[in-house]
């Protein structure tokens, strides 16, 4: 209404209409209106009394009429916008519209009776929208929930004049929740819809209590199922559910705007502790904010009010806007350290919701602007100072965001079964629902990163949760001191989704040289240098490279690989010393009760029952943590995003190794690896670099095959080839050799499931051209590692490169491409040196185990004899006995490789058998074996149950057999011949006979054994004669080393004389002088003409003086 209008009415006039509208007669005189008595205030009170009691008995009535229809006033005011093609969502909260009458629309709501002027029914439907608005009723005219008495006695008063449209709003405000506050109203709202009505009556003061016997004030009963809460709670809700109305007024603009700031500002006040009344006031400094529960319950619409709010806040009242929402991100905060998963149907993920939306609210007027963002992140918690020695658990417990990062599983018992074990329906339930809170909190944390003023902070952030929890990637590992698992998975989780639409191409290859780098390399090994070569590079490239500020994107991608070092990779290591920590408990136990018959009856009963069963507790203890674990590990979203991840660490990895100064995606080889040079980027880059890899894809190959199947691509197998094809890039061996297993455990040999990646393994061009010489070069290198274990180590590692060699051997393109390397210089003689050197060892041992196992159980069959034993010297065989067996089972594993490998390579490469410095150990070695399984002493290898350990005699023999055969010639019988200590006609003879009477072999074959034997034998007695004629040789003519004559005489370095074949035979195995252990190849050796004429002239006068 304009302000003169206003004034062109008299007193008298305004008195009369706001009479009217109260529904009160006016029957006073012109005095009475001049002369305010007491009689006419009593009247006055009278008639307010009256109206609203009129209005409340109607709405009696109306609940009684309707109390079986359910109408949502959300629902019809949804129809209204429908109906009138308005969008009103997100008005502009500061635009003021004018008011628009529509004059015809106005006459309609008039009734034909009445007759008022414009200005009149004007003021009647902005009332009417007042009162629709902020649901309240100051006369019998307007249907709303909450009668205003105080309004309406102001308005009799003419304290208030009713067309100050913002000062009537202002007083219905501080009317409805003065009676909140005051207690005169109880709070109990709906909660199964979006309804916006509040139920009102009678309260307590803090929580709240149905009267339905109070007359005063009751209202409809709309709703099925309501929620308790506070007078401040409720009078905000009232606040919310009246600004949502004004968001619907289509005719009243300006109105609709000044309800909403007053709404707003009210909220303010209410929130701020700020509200003060004669009976009481508000004055509480630190209670849970009002807002908060609001939020939580989402039983009204309040994003737009919440909007309307932090703008307010925040443009005019920053301290204000602080401390209202500091208040709030703290009970959040507060809320999430409280909560866990408490079953599998629910996980704490409503808390997070809110904090997404608080976080993710821009300003109306500059929607880039996010005040809570930026509150967060200011808040003394974000990243708080740290002042225990446990950094990295300190951290994961107080700052901000912890406890959000830190959902986890818990999972009790009744989720287990019998045999400890979780069902896979609930373990699937568990992963899909992990995995939604990681969606969150990746959204949590993606708004922090996309608003430019908090990045910053949250990258420091995330950089120091990496720094503090350093340690985790050590083996024994104090768990209580860092992050735990769960933690460290989850921020690994957040990185990989933020790493989603990362270009590696984008990122900084120097990243981890960068001087403002937030990750840190300097004391991790490195791959090839040395700490003191690491500084000297490090100094030199600072001080070359212009570094420009590191962009988001290699931050990003960087923390992402350092939290799978710190999160996943520990995770697994973790898993396995569990298993291992099972496996050794269980075997004690079965160990007892396996003996409980010797010491039931004995006095240590009690203690062996006592440790049973603690070992059997914590075998329990230890399985449910196992199967927690299992939970996180083989989730196979993780394993999917780790594996994905890892594959661009391998471009990464290859960019490097080539020294190229852009990275390029898909990576493809141009220089052949034996050619590769390792760069000093790549030298100082961390050894974990490419071992985390190497250890997630064998824990996929044993665990999560199917992962490796789907999503293993050509990136990994360039990486994994180019490595092992290039050993001399990697310091240490064990590194390669770890990438040897992975290509073991591919093999399908080992599991056929893995055919697939094998053969795009096999059809990559490295496997063609440098594979075979690298496995070859690397199984005889790994003869000596440098470490104390050196000597057990290669039987494993050489364990590895048979089987891949077997699978490789199936292939005839493959299989061409080893007899083409079997002619190429000394490496394949070295290789096959190495082969026979493990064969004869792993033989001997094997069998010498056999005959202990066999001397024991032959002991332990013969009762009396056993019995003669006490109970110590019984316990230690059986101890000894179970030590036997596994040593005997891991030799017999390791012999069966070697000795298949000789056998089938014996069937298409024979001449680096045949050389001079290999046959004769190879006769030896063969000679001996067909000794002890054939021999006068072949019993003593006969143990009970044999395929418990492997043993399969009759395979071995018949192997050994085939050899013979297949390097059947003059030079190999002769290398027969030489055996002195082996070889013995009558008994080649015998295993002849064993052989074909037990079908070992066919007739033929034996026949082919046999003839060779004859020859063997021939030439056998012609060197025995021919040993006799040469005993007396000269000193000079002797090698020092073996005491035999000298044929090929050559001169060390060192000035000694020795025959080639055994010093040749000696560099197989060691490159160094036998007498100074000076470094010496055979490039080094020089021949003796001289001496090797003057040799062979003394043979043949021996032989001549003999013949005379």
Same mark, same amino acid.
């Given at each position: 209404?304009?302000?003169?209008?206003?004034?062109?009415?008299?007193?008298?006039?305004?008195?009369?209409?706001?009479?009217?509208?109260?529904?009160?007669?006016?029957?006073?005189?012109?005095?009475? !209106?001049?002369?305010?008595?007491?009689?006419?205030?009593?009247?006055?009170?009278?008639?307010?009394?009256?109206?609203?009691?009129?209005?409340?008995?109607?709405?009696?009535?109306?609940?009684?009429?309707?109390?079986?229809?359910?109408?949502?006033?959300?629902?019809?005011?949804?129809?209204?916008?429908?109906?009138?093609?308005?969008?009103?969502?997100?008005?502009?909260?500061?635009?003021?519209?004018?008011?628009?009458?529509?004059? !015809?629309?106005?006459?309609?709501?008039?009734?034909?009776?009445?007759?008022?002027?414009?200005?009149?029914?004007?003021?009647?439907?902005?009332?009417?929208?007042?009162?629709?608005?902020?649901?309240?009723?100051?006369?019998?005219?307007?249907?709303?929930?909450?009668?205003?008495?105080?309004?309406?006695?102001?308005?009799?008063?003419?304290?208030?004049?009713?067309?100050?449209?913002?000062?009537?709003?202002?007083?219905?405000?501080?009317?409805?929740?003065?009676?909140?506050?005051?207690? %005169?109203?109880?709070?109990?709202?709906?909660?199964?819809?979006?309804?916006?009505?509040?139920?009102?009556?009678?309260?307590?003061?803090?929580?709240?209590?149905?009267?339905?016997?109070?007359?005063?004030?009751?209202?409809?009963?709309?709703?099925?199922?309501?929620?308790?809460?506070?007078?401040?709670?409720?009078?905000?809700?009232?606040?919310?559910?009246?600004?949502?109305?004004?968001?619907?007024?289509?005719?009243?603009?300006?109105?609709?705007?000044?309800?909403?700031?007053?709404?707003?500002?009210?909220?303010?006040?209410?929130?701020?502790?700020?509200?003060?009344?004669?009976?009481?006031?508000?004055?509480?400094?630190?209670?849970?904010?009002?807002?908060?529960?609001?939020?939580?319950?989402? *039983?009204?619409?309040?994003?737009?009010?919440?909007?309307?709010?932090?703008?307010?806040?925040?443009?005019?009242?920053?301290?204000?806007?602080?401390?209202?929402?500091?208040?709030?991100?703290?009970?959040?905060?507060?809320?999430?350290?409280?909560?866990? +998963?408490?079953?599998?149907?629910?996980?704490?993920?409503?808390?997070?919701?809110?904090?997404?939306?608080?976080?993710?609210?821009?300003?109306?007027?500059?929607?880039?602007? &996010?005040?809570?963002?930026?509150?967060?992140?200011?808040?003394?918690?974000?990243?708080?100072?740290?002042?225990?020695?446990?950094?990295?658990?300190?951290?994961?417990?107080?700052?901000?965001?912890?406890?959000?990062?830190?959902?986890?599983?818990?999972?009790?018992?009744?989720?287990?079964?019998?045999?400890?074990?979780?069902?896979?329906?609930?373990?699937?339930?568990?992963?899909?629902?992990?995995?939604?809170?990681?969606?969150?909190?990746?959204?949590?944390?993606?708004?922090?990163?996309?608003?430019?003023?908090?990045?910053?902070?949250?990258?420091?952030?995330?950089?120091?949760?990496?720094?503090?929890?350093?340690?985790?990637?050590?083996?024994?590992?104090?768990?209580?001191?860092?992050?735990?698992?769960?933690?460290?998975?989850?921020?690994?989780?957040?990185?990989?989704?933020?790493?989603?639409?990362?270009?590696?191409?984008?990122?900084?290859?120097?990243?981890?040289?960068?001087?403002?780098?937030?990750?840190?390399?300097?004391?991790?090994?490195?791959?090839?240098?040395?700490?003191?070569?690491?500084?000297?590079?490090?100094?030199?490239?600072?001080?070359?490279?212009?570094?420009?500020?590191?962009?988001?994107?290699?931050?990003?991608?960087?923390?992402?690989?350092?939290?799978?070092?710190?999160?996943?990779?520990?995770?697994?290591?973790?898993?396995?010393?569990?298993?291992?920590?099972? &496996?050794?408990?269980?075997?004690?136990?079965?160990?007892?009760?396996?003996?409980?018959?010797?010491?039931?009856?004995?006095?240590?009963?009690?203690?062996?029952?006592?440790?049973? %069963?603690?070992?059997?507790?914590?075998?329990?203890?230890?399985?449910?943590?196992?199967?927690?674990?299992?939970?996180?590990?083989?989730?196979?979203?993780?394993?999917?995003?780790?594996?994905?991840?890892?594959?661009?660490?391998?471009?990464?990895?290859?960019?490097?190794?080539?020294?190229?100064?852009?990275?390029?995606?898909?990576?493809?080889?141009?220089?052949?690896?034996?050619?590769?040079?390792?760069?000093?980027?790549?030298?100082?880059?961390?050894?974990?670099?490419?071992?985390?890899?190497?250890?997630?894809?064998?824990?996929?190959?044993?665990?999560?095959?199917?992962?490796?199947?789907?999503?293993?691509?050509?990136?990994?197998?360039?990486?994994?080839?180019?490595?092992?094809?290039?050993?001399?890039?990697?310091?240490?061996?064990?590194?390669?050799?770890?990438?040897?297993?992975?290509?073991?455990? +591919?093999?399908?040999?080992?599991?056929?499931?893995?055919?697939? +990646?094998?053969?795009?393994?096999?059809?990559?061009?490295?496997?063609?051209?440098?594979?075979?010489?690298?496995?070859?070069?690397?199984?005889?290198?790994?003869?000596? *590692?440098?470490?104390?274990?050196?000597?057990?180590?290669?039987?494993?590692?050489?364990?590895?490169?048979?089987?891949?060699?077997?699978?490789?051997?199936?292939?005839?393109?493959?299989?061409?491409?080893?007899?083409?390397?079997?002619?190429?210089?000394?490496?394949?003689?070295?290789?096959?040196?190495?082969?026979?050197?493990?064969?004869?060892?792993?033989?001997?041992?094997?069998?010498?185990?056999?005959?202990?196992?066999?001397?024991?159980?032959?002991?332990?069959?013969?009762?009396?004899?056993?019995?003669?034993?006490?109970?110590?010297?019984?316990?230690?065989?059986?101890?000894?006995?179970?030590?036997?067996?596994?040593?005997?089972?891991?030799?017999?594993?390791?012999?069966?490789?070697?000795?298949?490998?000789?056998?089938?390579?014996?069937?298409?490469?024979?001449?680096?058998?045949?050389?001079?410095?290999?046959?004769?150990?190879?006769?030896?070695?063969?000679?001996?074996?067909?000794?002890?399984?054939?021999?006068?002493?072949?019993?003593?290898?006969?143990?009970?149950?044999?395929?418990?350990?492997?043993?399969?005699?009759?395979?071995?023999?018949?192997?050994?057999?085939?050899?013979?055969?297949?390097?059947?010639?003059?030079?190999?019988?002769?290398?027969?011949?030489?055996?002195?200590?082996?070889?013995?006609?009558?008994?080649?003879?015998?295993?002849?006979?064993?052989?074909?009477?037990?079908?070992?072999?066919?007739?033929?074959?034996?026949?082919?054994?046999?003839?060779?034997?004859?020859?063997?034998?021939?030439?056998?007695?012609?060197?025995?004669?021919?040993?006799?004629?040469?005993?007396?040789?000269?000193?000079?003519?002797?090698?020092?080393?073996? %005491?035999?004559?000298?044929?090929?005489?050559?001169?060390?370095?060192?000035? +000694?004389?020795?025959?080639?074949?055994?010093?040749?035979?000696?560099?197989?195995?060691?490159?160094?002088?036998?007498?100074?252990?000076?470094?010496?190849?055979?490039?080094?050796?020089?021949?003796?003409?001289?001496?090797?004429?003057?040799?062979?002239?003394?043979?043949?006068? !021996?032989?001549?003086?003999?013949?005379?």
């Amino acid at each position: 209404m304009d302000e003169d209008n206003q004034k062109q009415l008299t007193q008298e006039e305004i008195r009369l209409r706001r009479l009217r509208r109260l529904g009160v007669n006016n029957t006073s005189s012109n005095a009475e !209106k001049t002369d305010e008595s007491d009689n006419q205030k009593r009247i006055d009170e009278t008639s307010i009394n009256n109206n609203c009691c009129t209005f409340v008995a109607e709405k009696e009535i109306q609940k009684d009429d309707n109390k079986n229809t359910i109408i949502s006033e959300t629902t019809s005011v949804t129809n209204d916008k429908e109906e009138n093609g308005m969008n009103i969502s997100n008005p502009n909260l500061t635009e003021i519209i004018k008011m628009d009458t529509d004059e !015809k629309e106005i006459k309609q709501t008039v009734p034909d009776r009445m007759e008022i002027d414009d200005n009149e029914v004007q003021e009647e439907s902005i009332a009417k929208s007042i009162s629709r608005i902020l649901d309240s009723s100051w006369s019998k005219e307007f249907d709303a929930s909450f009668p205003v008495k105080d309004v309406a006695r102001s308005i009799m008063d003419s304290t208030l004049v009713p067309t100050n449209y913002p000062e009537l709003i202002s007083e219905i405000i501080n009317d409805v929740i003065r009676q909140y506050i005051t207690s %005169d109203l109880i709070q109990e709202i709906e909660v199964n819809s979006l309804s916006d009505q509040i139920l009102s009556s009678r309260m307590r003061n803090d929580d709240i209590e149905m009267d339905f016997d109070d007359e005063t004030f009751s209202e409809p009963s709309r709703w099925k199922q309501t929620k308790k809460c506070t007078a401040k709670e409720a009078a905000l809700y009232y606040l919310i559910s009246s600004y949502n109305r004004s968001l619907t007024e289509r005719q009243h603009k300006e109105i609709s705007t000044e309800c909403r700031r007053q709404l707003v500002n009210n909220a303010i006040l209410l929130l701020d502790h700020d509200w003060s009344f004669e009976t009481q006031q508000i004055v509480d400094t630190r209670s849970r904010s009002p807002l908060l529960q609001i939020l939580y319950d989402e *039983t009204i619409p309040y994003q737009d009010f919440i909007k309307h709010l932090i703008t307010e806040l925040y443009n005019d009242h920053p301290k204000r806007f602080t401390r209202i929402f500091n208040t709030i991100l703290e009970d959040i905060y507060l809320d999430m350290r409280c909560k866990q +998963i408490k079953s599998i149907y629910t996980l704490p993920t409503h808390t997070i919701d809110r904090l997404i939306e608080l976080v993710s609210v821009g300003l109306a007027n500059n929607e880039n602007v &996010k005040p809570i963002c930026n509150l967060v992140v200011s808040h003394r918690t974000f990243l708080p100072a740290l002042s225990t020695d446990i950094s990295g658990r300190e951290i994961s417990q107080i700052s901000y965001l912890s406890p959000f990062l830190s959902i986890s599983i818990l999972i009790y018992d009744r989720y287990y079964d019998e045999d400890n074990t979780i069902d896979s329906v609930v373990q699937n339930d568990l992963q899909s629902k992990l995995e939604y809170v990681r969606t969150l909190l990746h959204k949590l944390f993606y708004t922090f990163i996309l608003n430019k003023d908090t990045r910053e902070m949250v990258l420091k952030y995330i950089g120091e949760l990496l720094k503090h929890n350093a340690k985790r990637e050590q083996y024994n590992a104090d768990e209580r001191s860092l992050a735990s698992d769960g933690f460290m998975l989850n921020l690994m989780s957040v990185l990989q989704q933020l790493c989603h639409k990362v270009k590696l191409e984008r990122i900084d290859p120097l990243f981890p040289f960068h001087p403002q780098s937030l990750v840190s390399i300097a004391d991790d090994t490195k791959l090839k240098f040395e700490q003191a070569e690491y500084s000297k590079f490090l100094e030199k490239i600072r001080g070359q490279v212009q570094w420009e500020d590191p962009k988001f994107v290699s931050h990003c991608w960087f923390f992402t690989l350092h939290s799978h070092h710190l999160g996943i990779i520990p995770a697994i290591s973790r898993y396995h010393k569990r298993l291992r920590a099972i &496996k050794e408990l269980q075997r004690m136990v079965d160990e007892l009760n396996a003996t409980e018959s010797r010491w039931k009856n004995t006095p240590v009963a009690r203690r062996n029952k006592n440790a049973r %069963d603690k070992w059997v507790n914590r075998i329990k203890k230890l399985t449910k943590a196992k199967n927690t674990m299992e939970i996180l590990v083989l989730d196979p979203n993780v394993n999917r995003n780790c594996l994905q991840f890892y594959s661009s660490v391998c471009d990464y990895v290859l960019h490097h190794i080539e020294g190229r100064k852009k990275i390029e995606v898909p990576f493809y080889n141009t220089i052949p690896p034996n050619q590769l040079v390792a760069s000093d980027e790549f030298a100082s880059l961390p050894v974990w670099y490419i071992e985390d890899i190497a250890d997630y894809l064998l824990f996929l190959l044993q665990n999560r095959v199917e992962v490796i199947i789907d999503y293993m691509d050509n990136s990994i197998v360039t990486w994994l080839l180019t490595l092992v094809c290039a050993p001399h890039l990697i310091k240490n061996p064990y590194l390669t050799a770890k990438l040897v297993e992975v290509l073991f455990v +591919i093999s399908p040999s080992i599991q056929q499931t893995t055919t697939k +990646i094998f053969n795009m393994v096999m059809s990559h061009e490295l496997t063609q051209t440098s594979l075979i010489s690298a496995l070859m070069r690397f199984y005889v290198d790994v003869e000596t *590692t440098g470490q104390s274990t050196e000597f057990y180590d290669k039987f494993t590692i050489r364990y590895h490169i048979s089987h891949i060699f077997k699978s490789i051997w199936n292939s005839p393109v493959h299989r061409q491409a080893m007899i083409a390397e079997s002619k190429n210089g000394n490496q394949f003689v070295k290789f096959i040196n190495m082969l026979m050197n493990d064969s004869t060892f792993l033989l001997d041992e094997s069998l010498e185990n056999l005959k202990k196992i066999h001397e024991v159980q032959t002991l332990m069959m013969n009762e009396k004899e056993w019995s003669k034993l006490d109970t110590e010297e019984q316990a230690t065989r059986q101890r000894q006995l179970v030590q036997d067996e596994r040593q005997c089972r891991s030799y017999l594993t390791l012999a069966r490789e070697t000795v298949d490998m000789i056998h089938y390579l014996a069937n298409d490469i024979k001449e680096p058998f045949l050389r001079k410095e290999l046959v004769d150990r190879l006769s030896s070695m063969l000679n001996f074996n067909l000794h002890q399984l054939c021999g006068p002493k072949c019993r003593d290898l006969r143990v009970r149950n044999p395929a418990r350990y492997g043993w399969e005699p009759r395979r071995l023999l018949g192997q050994i057999i085939d050899i013979y055969i297949r390097l059947s010639c003059d030079e190999f019988a002769a290398a027969l011949a030489r055996d002195e200590r082996s070889f013995q006609r009558h008994l080649f003879e015998e295993a002849a006979e064993k052989i074909e009477k037990n079908n070992i072999r066919a007739a033929i074959e034996v026949e082919k054994f046999r003839s060779l034997i004859q020859k063997a034998g021939e030439i056998y007695t012609m060197n025995q004669k021919n040993e006799d004629d040469f005993a007396d040789a000269p000193d000079d003519f002797r090698d020092p080393l073996m %005491d035999t004559l000298i044929n090929d005489p050559v001169q060390l370095p060192s000035g +000694i004389i020795m025959d080639r074949s055994v010093i040749t035979r000696h560099l197989l195995n060691s490159s160094t002088d036998p007498f100074n252990r000076q470094h010496l190849t055979e490039e080094q050796l020089v021949p003796v003409p001289e001496l090797k004429t003057r040799i062979e002239q003394w043979k043949r006068d !021996k032989r001549d003086k003999k013949s005379d």
